[in-house]
């Protein structure tokens, strides 16, 4: 049974920073492309940032550069995202999902999810 159980969410203020975890069972972690993903209210799920299976290759969305840092850790079954400097506009449920091999990080190139952390980002 895959499991991603994504974790560190929480309430910060503007100009926090906040680092969220996913672990990953039930599947060979070391082969997927691992992706994190958010969703305000009302808003459709978008690409926060990206990594490939191996680390080499990372992507962000243009809201995430120079502020998130994505990577992970194979050993642990574990992908992070460091985020500093948050905004209020950060404020939103942060999905973690894993596919298999290379390939896109948009929400529909995902395979299998999380149920998502809030985070919530005060002025």
């Known amino acids: 049974q895959v499991q991603l159980v994504e974790s560190g969410g929480g309430l910060v203020q503007a100009g926090g920073s906040l680092r969220l975890s996913c672990v990953v069972s039930g599947r060979t972690f070391s082969r997927d492309r691992m992706g994190w993903f958010r969703q305000a209210p009302g808003k459709e799920r978008e690409s926060v940032s990206g990594?490939?299976?191996?680390?080499?290759?990372?992507y962000y969305a243009d809201s995430a550069k120079g502020r998130f840092t994505i990577s992970r850790d194979n050993a642990k079954n574990t992908v992070y995202l460091q985020m500093n400097s948050l905004k209020p506009e950060d404020t939103a449920v942060y999905y973690c999902?894993?596919?298999?091999?290379?390939?896109?990080?948009?929400?529909?190139?995902?395979?299998?999810w999380g149920k998502g952390t809030l985070v919530t980002v005060s002025s």
């Open positions: 999902a894993a596919s298999r091999g290379t390939g896109g990080f948009r929400p529909g190139d995902m395979d299998y």
């Open positions: 990594i490939s299976w191996s680390g080499g290759s990372i």
